[in-house]
């Protein structure tokens, strides 16, 4: 049965990149404030229930009356703060 060769330099190679042998370290390991997370389902919900509001007492209301189309914005705008904010939910 034939032998593996054999190297002369058994020490095994060192990078020449110092960066190479770290290990990666969390930069934020201890997660999102309660408050964060309170305030992002806060405009989810106010956003919600703006429009919910809008369409079923809409007409009733009168500064809501004087808005007209502008409660989608204000609605839709509330909804995608809060959706923007759970990028930077961890």
């Known amino acids: 049965m034939p032998k593996a060769k054999v190297t002369k330099n058994s ?9 190479a042998n ?7 390991s201890t997660g999102t404030p309660m408050w964060y997370k309170v305030i992002m389902f ?7 229930l703006w429009l919910v509001a809008n369409y079923l007492v809409g007409p ?3 500064f809501m009356n004087e ?8 609605g ?3 909804l995608i703060i809060g959706l923007l ?4 939910w961890r």
């Open 60 to 62: 009733q209301i009168p």
């Open 85 to 88: 904010m759970t990028m930077g």
């Open 11 to 19: 020490i095994a190679p060192v990078s020449s990149n110092p960066s």
């Open 67 to 74: 808005l007209d189309a502008w409660n989608y914005g204000i």
């Open 22 to 28: 770290r290990t990666p370290v969390k930069i934020n």
């Open 76 to 78: 839709f705008g509330l």
């Open 42 to 48: 806060a405009f989810m919900l106010v956003g919600l």
